[in-house]
């Protein structure tokens, strides 16, 4: 477990690294996904997650 500071909005979260972690229970369109890795390349925050999880995104 570690705390990292959210890429895109700065706010500090905790990561429970690979397997257990919050984020592993996100489910991401195939579309939503694909934006996501292209937009951060680091763990992002719960609140940034959940808008990749509310639009409808194409590329």
Do not use: H
């Not at 895109?8 to 694909?34: H, I, M, R, S």
């Amino acid at each position: 477990m570690s705390q990292k500071i959210c890429p895109k909005c700065g706010q500090v979260f905790t990561c429970e690294g690979d397997g257990d972690c919050w984020c592993e229970n996100v489910q991401l369109t195939p579309v939503a996904y694909k934006k996501l890795l292209m937009e951060a390349d680091d763990c992002i925050c719960p609140n940034c997650m959940k808008t990749y999880t509310q639009r409808p995104y194409t590329l």
